[in-house]
């Protein structure tokens, strides 16, 4: 499956922005997604993720309460709403998805996933 991120962009503190993800497989249902960020000169680290029917998130605590992930089934694609941003949350933002519904994922863990976008930038100036 390929995945396309996109909605990123410059935006001052305090401001939104929303990403997108789409996936070119049609079997995108059965599919659980992530965001993930790697900031300058900063190791890659987990932002959010969904279950395959989009009932269950997971949120790192240092967006939690600002960033809203989102599974927009029939259209093949998440969404990451980001509000309250912070010049910190400037990265570039990775969709991911793993092609399996899995009890006890380690939603974190890059390693769970199977396929990666290419990211796109997001820049929050103070």
């Known amino acids: 499956v390929q995945l396309q991120a996109s909605g990123g962009g410059l935006v001052q503190a305090g401001g939104s922005l929303r990403l997108s993800c789409a996936a070119s497989r049609r079997t995108f249902n059965l599919y659980e997604m992530a965001w993930f960020r790697q900031a300058p000169g900063k190791e890659r680290e987990f932002v959010a993720a969904i279950n395959w029917s989009g009932t269950s998130t997971v949120y790192a605590d240092t967006i939690k309460g600002r960033f809203t992930i989102s599974k927009d089934i029939p259209n093949n694609t998440i969404y990451l709403q980001m509000n309250s941003l912070k010049p910190e949350d400037t990265a570039v933002y990775y969709c991911?998805?793993?092609?399996?519904?899995?009890?006890?994922?380690?939603?974190?863990?890059?390693?769970?996933?199977?396929?990666w976008g290419q990211g796109t930038l997001v820049t929050v100036s103070s």
């Open positions: 991911a998805a793993a092609h399996a519904v899995k009890s006890g994922r380690q939603w974190a863990v890059q390693g769970e996933y199977d396929y």
